[in-house]
């Protein structure tokens, strides 16, 4: 029932901000934990911001600490992702992603400031993802 569609990929310099949305329907999102995974070519997926269902606890990992923030509004039902300061090794497929899964919360919440390690298997819900490119 939940659909995830993420959108605002696209080709940046290095030093350089952008921003990525993604589009929750078929249930309201503020059921939800989310976080923005991202792949990389020739890696794994990785965890990068994860955003309680009500939006008063955020976390990152510590690869993007003090240059990405996460928001929610889910009036709208919508989660976003503010980049800035990209540096090539920000090159990646994101991907948001929604879980109900309690463990997922937890880590999120409870975890360190910028020592979040979302791990993928606890999200049940994937967008399709956006390509985010940072090169001169």
């Known amino acids: 029932q939940l659909q995830l569609v993420e959108s605002g990929g696209a080709l940046v310099q290095p030093g350089g901000s952008l921003r990525l949305s993604c589009a929750v329907s078929?249930?309201?999102?503020?059921?939800?934990?989310i976080g923005w995974f991202r792949r990389a070519p020739g890696t794994e997926r990785e965890g990068v911001a994860c955003i309680s269902n009500s939006g008063s606890s955020s976390n990152y990992a510590g690869s993007v600490k003090g240059r990405f923030t996460i928001s929610r509004d889910n009036a709208k039902n919508e989660v976003h992702l503010q980049m800035t300061s990209l540096e090539p090794e920000d090159t990646a497929i994101y991907y948001c992603?929604?879980?109900?899964?309690?463990?997922?919360?937890?880590?999120?919440?409870?975890?360190?400031?910028?020592?979040?390690?979302?791990?993928?298997?606890?999200?049940?819900?994937w967008g399709q993802g956006t390509q985010v490119t940072v090169s001169s």
């Open positions: 078929g249930s309201t999102a503020d059921s939800y934990v």
């Open positions: 992603a929604a879980t109900t899964r309690a463990s997922a919360r937890y880590g999120c919440i409870t975890t360190a400031q910028n020592m979040w390690n979302g791990v993928s298997y606890e999200y049940q819900y």
